[in-house]
C-alpha cells in the first residue's frame, strides 16, 4: 500500500501549480476556443507527466530506464523534427495561394511583418538569454506555431514547452494584439483606404509552378529552409496539381489532426515542474507579446513607407496581415476595414499578405538557423 501511494505523498507544489497550469490551458481551449486542436492535448499532457513517478515520461528505476510513451514521443517527432516537417504538409494543402498571386505586392509584407523576430532576438539576448535561445524566443513573432517548433527543437529543447505555449496563444489573441497597434500608428482616413482591383489572373498552370518554383527558389536562398519551405510546398502542391485531390484531402484533415495530437502531447512532455517554473518562463511569454507587437508595427510602417512612393496607395492596414497568423490576421484587418468604410472590402488582399506571410515565417526560420546554427 506504501508503494502504491508514493505518488501522493511525493506531490510537491510545483507539481500541483503545473497540473493548475495544465487544467487552464485546457480550459482557455474549451471555452475561449484558444487553438483547441493543440492546447487541449499540451494541457493534458503537463498534468501526466507532473504526477510523480508517473509512467508517461521516462523514469529510472533501481538503476534502469524506464520510457515513457511521451518521451518517446517526443524523440521520435520533435529530436527528428518529423512531427511540425508533416504539420507543414498539412498546412501546405489548406492554403489558397491565388489571392498572393492575383497581388504579388503583398509579398513585401510577408517579409516586412517577420520584423519582430529579430527585434524580439535582440531584447531576449539583453535580458541574459544566449542567443541560440534568444532566436528560438524570437521565432515565437513569426506567428507560425510550427515554425516555432522546428526552431526552438533545434536551439533550446529546454524552452520547448513556454515557447510552444506563447506561440499558439498569441496567434489565437491576433484579434485584441493587433487592433490597438494598427490604430496607434495610422489615421482613420488610412483605414479607409480602398484598394485597386486585382492586377493578375492566375490559372492553373501558375497555381502548380509556384509551389515548385518557391521551393527551388526559396531552398538556393537559405538551404536551411529547404526542409521547411519544401514540405508546406509540397502540401500545396497536392492541392493544386487536380489529380491527388484525396491525398490532398486527407493531408487536411486526418493527418494534420493526428500529428497535431501527438505534436501537442509531445510539447506537453517538456512541462515539468523543474523546467516551467523559472523566471525565463514569464519573460518568454512577454517577450511573445513583444515578438507580435514588432511585427504588427513592422508591417504597417512598412506600407506606410512605401505609400510615399506610390500614386495607388496601399491601405497599410493590409501591412500587419504580413504575420503568419492565418487566416486570422487576414479577418481582423478586413473587420477593421469595415468598420471603418462598410463599403471596404480588404479581405482578399489581406488574405495574401497573410499567405506571404507563412513563406516570410519559414524563410525567417531558415535564416535564423543558417546564421545561429553554428555559433
Not at 53 to 69: K, P
Not at 78 to 106: C, K, R, S, W, Y
Not at 111 to 138: E, H, N, R, Y
Amino acid at each position: 500500500m506504501q508503494e502504491l501511494l508514493n505518488g501522493i505523498f511525493a506531490l510537491s507544489i510545483g507539481n500541483v501549480v503545473m497540473i493548475g497550469v495544465g487544467a487552464f490551458l485546457i480550459y482557455i481551449a474549451i471555452s475561449k476556443e484558444y487553438e483547441p486542436a493543440l492546447l487541449i492535448p499540451i494541457g493534458f499532457s503537463t498534468i501526466l507527466v507532473n504526477i510523480p513517478f508517473s509512467s508517461a515520461i521516462d523514469q529510472w528505476m533501481g538503476g534502469v530506464l524506464h520510457r515513457g510513451v511521451l518521451s518517446i514521443f517526443f524523440d521520435i517527432g520533435i529530436i527528428t523534427e518529423i512531427f511540425p516537417l508533416l504539420i507543414f504538409i498539412a498546412v501546405g494543402a489548406m492554403i489558397d495561394f491565388g489571392p498572393l498571386l492575383e497581388h504579388p505586392i503583398m509579398f513585401l509584407f510577408g517579409a516586412a511583418a517577420q520584423f519582430g523576430i529579430f527585434a524580439t532576438m535582440v531584447v531576449a539576448t539583453l535580458l541574459g538569454f544566449d542567443i541560440k535561445q534568444a532566436a528560438s524566443i524570437g521565432i515565437i513573432g513569426s506567428a507560425d506555431g510550427p515554425t516555432s517548433i522546428y526552431v526552438a527543437g533545434r536551439f533550446a529543447k529546454d524552452l520547448l514547452g513556454p515557447i510552444s505555449v506563447a506561440a499558439y496563444s498569441y496567434m489565437s489573441l491576433v484579434p485584441i494584439i493587433q487592433p490597438p497597434v494598427i490604430k496607434a500608428l495610422t489615421t482613420r482616413e488610412e483605414r479607409r483606404i480602398k484598394m485597386a482591383p486585382k492586377s493578375l489572373k492566375v490559372n492553373k498552370t501558375a497555381r502548380i509552378i509556384f509551389p515548385i518554383l518557391v521551393t527551388i527558389i526559396a531552398s538556393l536562398i537559405a538551404p536551411s529552409a529547404a526542409a521547411l519551405i519544401g514540405f508546406l510546398m509540397f502540401g500545396n502542391l497536392l492541392r493544386e496539381c487536380g489529380v491527388l485531390n484525396s491525398i490532398s484531402k486527407t493531408a487536411q484533415t486526418e493527418l494534420a489532426n493526428i500529428i497535431t495530437i501527438l505534436l501537442g502531447l509531445s510539447i506537453g512532455s517538456t512541462m515539468t515542474a523543474d523546467k516551467f517554473l523559472q523566471p525565463r518562463t514569464l519573460y518568454i511569454l512577454l517577450l511573445g507579446v513583444v515578438a507580435f507587437v514588432f511585427d504588427t508595427a513592422g508591417g504597417v510602417l512598412f506600407a506606410k513607407f512605401l505609400n510615399l512612393f506610390l500614386r495607388n496607395k496601399i491601405n497599410p492596414m493590409l501591412g500587419a496581415a504580413g504575420i503568419s497568423a492565418f487566416p486570422m490576421s487576414a479577418r481582423v484587418i478586413h473587420q477593421l476595414g469595415r468598420k471603418e468604410d462598410p463599403t471596404n472590402y480588404l479581405l482578399m488582399y489581406a488574405v495574401g499578405a497573410n499567405v506571404a506571410g507563412q513563406i516570410g515565417s519559414v524563410l525567417a526560420g531558415g535564416i535564423l538557423i543558417a546564421l545561429v546554427g553554428n555559433l
